[in-house]
């Protein structure tokens, strides 16, 4: 297959526009990072897309501030189908860069592999699409729109508030949402559901001030020690989730996950056990899973003998299809208020959420998308749910019912999304950018 070779030739250009953009520190977070950062990202992406004929790709500010790269390029064929791609610029804090083993920013080769924040999640996608572009031009036989977000990892819905406000942008027969992947390098896959999720800070307070612990220690109420025991009420013995209100004991009917498999991709220590009392993919894809993401208390080093007077801690429930964010953002709310011992005082500030997706699997874009990739991987194309979530799917999803969405990509489970060590599999990007390109051809012929 030609695209295949031209493809591979390109993977040099690749890795050194892949560096590049990794070296953006685009953290949607003012607070960690100036927002010239995200700014650089977004214009980035902006001349990359242009250089492969979006003539029109522009900026547009969404309603969280953050910036969208937008455009369209049309085909000689009025008739041809029309396909959006997404992905998004911005990336999860590096979270210290102590717990590296390259340095974060700087794209690093290691074992075959690309080190770097970002390098699968999801500016590794970025790439997959302009390498699909250059492979096929001039002679791409659809017509495309593009969108890459700049806040997707900060969850505060820029651009899901965006898009009904403006579908015209939008609007397209088939939408490659590139943030998910494989569920291996080499065995290719589309996601077709994933988890909704909410995040909630609770914050404790039980003393009006710090207390010498000797002196008044025993009576006198910790909120830290409060917090713990609230937080232990979220799982019961086996590891399930036990949010009151919350159905935690749904079946995953797809594509099983070996538990040994697991253990190898999430690096599990030896000794300690898995979670819950389903299968593996039933815990991750099928039924809700509340983590603890950060506590805000004093540190070990430099904490002094006093009791502590307030803690909060910041929670992520994720919540399978079937579930309403919703009733699951209430539930979760007063499950925390009714676990408070000795009458301290719990607020709950709610802070994001997301809705459940499942994805269609009937359509001509799915069939196209199956064999583009039997193509070229030189196997079937399997299913897959995902645990994390994409708030944009939904909003998607009820502005254009009739198109069909497609979530594919080159993160996989040994790319440590979100986690120190992030890394892609160059072999990903170009099997995938290669799948992207014929799909684009098959889908042409629908």
Known sequence: MRLRTTIA????????????????????????????????????????????????????????????????????????????????????PAMGESAWRTPPFTLTEVDG?????????????????????????????????????????????????????HPELFRADAILVADTGNAAPGRPAVTVSLRGMVNVVVTVRALEAPLHSGMFGGPAPDALAALVAILATL????????????NNDQIWLGEPYPAEWFRNDARVLEGVHLLGDGGVADMLWARPAVTILGIDCPPVLGSAAAIVPEASARLNLRVPPGVSVADAQTALIEHLQAAAPWGVRVHVEPEASGAPFRAGVDGPAHQAMAEAMRDAYGRPMTTLGQGGSIPLCTVLAGTFPDAELILMGVEEPLALIHAPNESVDPHEIASMALAEAVFLRRYALR
């Open 9 to 92: 030739e390109m993977m040099p250009r690749a890795r050194a526009e892949l560096a590049e953009l990794v070296a953006i520190r685009s953290i949607a977070d003012p607070r960690q990072v100036p927002p010239e950062e995200c700014e650089r990202a977004a214009w980035w992406v902006l001349e990359k897309f242009r250089e492969v004929g979006f003539t029109d790709v522009h900026l547009e500010s969404t309603p969280d501030g953050s910036k969208a790269v937008v455009g369209s390029r049309f085909c000689p064929d009025i008739n041809a189908p029309t396909v959006l791609l997404y992905a998004h610029y911005d990336v999860q």
């Open 113 to 165: 592999r690309w080190y770097g924040r970002g390098a699968a999640d999801c500016k590794g996608n970025i790439l997959m699409h302009l390498i699909a572009l250059r492979a096929l031009d001039p002679d791409i036989p659809v017509h495309l729109k593009l969108v890459v977000e700049g806040s997707e990892e900060q969850g505060t819905g820029g651009l899901e508030k965006f898009v009904p406000q």
């Open 235 to 246: 799982r019961d013995t086996q590891g399930n989730t036990a949010v009151l209100g919350v």
